[in-house]
C-alpha cells in the first residue's frame, strides 16, 4: 500500500503543470471507487436473487442490468483520465528532467555519468508509466475489494474479524517472501546503471574492441557479461518468489472458503443465507486480489523506479541551477576579458584533489589570435570550460569590461562563444537558424570547407552525418560558422585533417576570421603554425607557465611550401 500510495503521489507530482489536474485525479480515483461499490452492489443483487429461489422481477432485472453498465464505464473512464494524465506527466517529466539536466552544471552532470542520466530517463520512467496505466484497474479492484467487506460486516461483523484474521494470518505468509523478491529488485535496478555504461562501450568502443581480442573478450566477460547475468540471476530469483507468492496467493482463497465453511460454524453460529453471501463474496474477491497479487513485483519495480527519478532530480537539484535565459538578442560587443584568479579543482572527495587549475590571470582582447598549448593533461580544455562559461570558477571570478560575470548573466556570457570540442557532438539538423537563410548561408560554407560534394543542408536537415571523423570535424565548424559570434575556440580541431586542409584550417580560415574581428583560441600541438598567432600562452601542471607574443612577420615562405 506503501508503494502505491507514493506512486499516486509521482502522478500528482508529475501531473501539476497539466490543468485541472488535481480534479482529474480525483474524478478518477471516484470513478474507480464507484466500479468498486458498483461490484459490490451486484453482488447483494445475486445474493438476493438466489434467495429469492432465482425469481426476480422486472425491477431487480433493469438494476443488473444497469449496474452490468455502470461498472466498466465507470471502470473506462478512470481509465482514460489516468492514461491522460499519464501521458501528459511523463512528457512534462522528460522536458522537466532534459531542462534540468540543461540548466545543472557541467561538472555535476560528469559526475553523475552519461549511463545513469540515460537509465533514468529511459528504463525508469518507461517503468513508472507501465505500471500507472493499470493504475485505474487496481484502484477498482482495491474499491471492489473494499466495498465487499463493508458488505459483510453488514452481513455479520462477527464474521468478518474471524474473515479478517484469516487474511491477516495469509497475507503475514504471503508479504514475508516478498521483502526478498523486492530486494533482488532493488539489486536489478542498480544493475541497469552499469548496463547502460556497458551497452555505452558497445557502441562507443567499437572500433576498439574489434582491433584487441583480448581487450573485447575481457570486457564481454567482465563487465558485459557479469551485469548481464546479474539483472538475469536477480531478475530472475526475485520474479520467481514473486509468481511463487502470486500462486500462493491463489491457494490462500480456498483456503479461506475452506475455513469459513467448516471450521467458522464450530465457532460461532451463522446463519445459512449470510454463510451464502460470504462465500459469494470470497468467490468475487478472487479476481481482484489475484490480480492485485499478480501486479506487486511490477508496483515494486515501479515504485523503485519513481525513487530513481526522484533522486536525480534531487541529485541535479544539489547544486544551485544556472538560469537559462530565453532566446534573445545578446549584446555581443566587449573590449576586455579577464580571468581573476580563477581556480577550478577535480576532486576524489573533499580531503583529496587529484587536480588543480590556477590561479589563473589573464586578459583577452577582441580579434586576437591565440594557441593554448601545452601537454596532455595540462589543464587546456578545463582553462577553456572556464573561459566560456561551462564550469564555474572555484574561486576568483570572471570580468567583462570589468564586470563580473554572476551565476545570472552566465547564459548570456556563453552566448558569444563558438566553440568546436576535441569530443564533440553533431546534430543532423542545423538548430537555432532561420529556416529559410540556413540553406543559402551553408551551401556557400560547405564549398569553403570542401563539403559540397558530400552532404547537402535543406531545410536545415543534414543529407548524411557519415562522414569521417575530418569531415564530421569540417560539418561542427559550419555550425560555428553559422552561429557567427565573437569568441571562437578550437579544441585540436586541426588534429584528424589532412596536412592539406589542416593547412587550409591554418592559414587561410582561422586567418579570415581573425580580420572579420573574431578572437580566436586554438588548442594545438601542431607547433610550425605557433607562428600565426597573436599571442601564444602555455600551460604546465594548471598554471601558465608563458603568456607571450609572437614575433612578426610570419615567415611567408613557410605558408607557401608545398603539402608533403
Known amino acids: 500500500m506503501r508503494n502505491l500510495l507514493q506512486l499516486m503521489y509521482v502522478i500528482g507530482k508529475w501531473s501539476k503543470g497539466i490543468r485541472r489536474s488535481r480534479s482529474l485525479i480525483v474524478f478518477a480515483t471516484l470513478s474507480s471507487l464507484l466500479a468498486g461499490v458498483g461490484y459490490t452492489m451486484l453482488i447483494a443483487l445475486i445474493k438476493s436473487a438466489l434467495s429469492g429461489g432465482l425469481v426476480a422481477g422486472s425491477g431487480m432485472i433493469w438494476t443488473f442490468v444497469a449496474f452490468c453498465l455502470l461498472i466498466p464505464l465507470c471502470g473506462f473512464a478512470s481509465q482514460l483520465v489516468l492514461l491522460y494524465l499519464t501521458a501528459k506527466g511523463a512528457y512534462e517529466l522528460r522536458i522537466q528532467l532534459s531542462r534540468q539536466i540543461l540548466a545543472a552544471p557541467l561538472r555535476q552532470l560528469e559526475k553523475l555519468g552519461q549511463h545513469r542520466l540515460l537509465a533514468t530517463v529511459s528504463e525508469d520512467i518507461g517503468n513508472v508509466i507501465e505500471l500507472i496505466t493499470i493504475l485505474p484497474q487496481m484502484l477498482t479492484q482495491l474499491a471492489m475489494m473494499l466495498g465487499c467487506l463493508v458488505y459483510l460486516g453488514w452481513l455479520s461483523w462477527q464474521l468478518l474479524l474471524i474473515m479478517l484474521g484469516y487474511m491477516a494470518l495469509g497475507l503475514l505468509t504471503h508479504q514475508l517472501p516478498l521483502l526478498k523478491a523486492f530486494r533482488y529488485f532493488r539489486l536489478v535496478r542498480e544493475q541497469w546503471d552499469e548496463m547502460y555504461k556497458a551497452f555505452q562501450g558497445v557502441i562507443v568502443g567499437t572500433k576498439e574492441l574489434k582491433l584487441n581480442r583480448r581487450r573485447r573478450e575481457a570486457f564481454l566477460s567482465e563487465q558485459l557479461e557479469a551485469t548481464a547475468a546479474a539483472i538475469q ?61 499478480s501486479q506487486i513485483p511490477a508496483l515494486e519495480r515501479a515504485y523503485l523506479a519513481a525513487e530513481r527519478i526522484e533522486e536525480l532530480g534531487l541529485s541535479l537539484s544539489a547544486t544551485k541551477p544556472e538560469p537559462l535565459a530565453p532566446v534573445q538578442t545578446t549584446d555581443t560587443s566587449w573590449e576586455r576579458l579577464e580571468l581573476i584568479d580563477v581556480t577550478h579543482s577535480y576532486r576524489q572527495d573533499e580531503e583529496n584533489t587529484d587536480f588543480k587549475l590556477g590561479p589563473i590571470n589573464l586578459t583577452i582582447y577582441p580579434g586576437e589570435l591565440i594557441f593554448l598549448i601545452g601537454g596532455n593533461g595540462s589543464g587546456k580544455t578545463t582553462l577553456v570550460k572556464l573561459l566560456m562559461g561551462l564550469y564555474e ?7 567583462v569590461d570589468g564586470k563580473p560575470v554572476t551565476m545570472k548573466e552566465r547564459d548570456d556570457y556563453r552566448q558569444q562563444f563558438s566553440v568546436v570540442f576535441y569530443d564533440f557532438y553533431l546534430f543532423e539538423r542545423l538548430f537555432g537558424f532561420e529556416a529559410e537563410n540556413v540553406d543559402a548561408q551553408s551551401r556557400k560554407y560547405l564549398d569553403l570547407l570542401q563539403l559540397s560534394h558530400k552532404l547537402e543542408v535543406k531545410n536545415g536537415h543534414l543529407s548524411t552525418v557519415d ?31 589532412d596536412p592539406q586542409f589542416k593547412r587550409i584550417f591554418y592559414y587561410e580560415l582561422v586567418p579570415e576570421l581573425k580580420s572579420r574581428g573574431k578572437t580566436v583560441i586554438v588548442i594545438s600541438h601542431d607547433d610550425r603554425y605557433y607562428g600565426l598567432a597573436d599571442r601564444v600562452i602555455k600551460l604546465e601542471s594548471g598554471k601558465i607557465e608563458y603568456d607571450q607574443p609572437v614575433a612578426r612577420p610570419v615567415d611567408v615562405a613557410i605558408a607557401a611550401a608545398p603539402v608533403m
Open 393 to 399: 570558477p572555484e574561486s576568483g571570478e570572471i570580468r
Open 233 to 293: 540471476n536477480y531478475g530472475f530469483k526475485g520474479n520467481a518468489i514473486a509468481m511463487a507468492v502470486s500462486n500462493w496467493g491463489q491457494i490462500l482463497f480456498f483456503v479461506f472458503i475452506g475455513l469459513l465453511l467448516f471450521v467458522t460454524p464450530l465457532l460461532i453460529r451463522v446463519e445459512a443465507q449470510v454463510m451464502i453471501g460470504y462465500t459469494l463474496a470470497v468467490l468475487f474477491l478472487i479476481t481482484p486480489l489475484t490480480m492485485l497479487l
Open 467 to 497: 562522414l569521417s571523423q575530418g569531415q564530421r570535424k569540417r560539418v561542427a565548424l559550419l555550425n560555428a560558422y553559422l552561429e557567427d559570434r565573437p569568441i571562437y575556440i578550437f579544441d585540436e580541431w586541426a588534429a584528424d585533417q
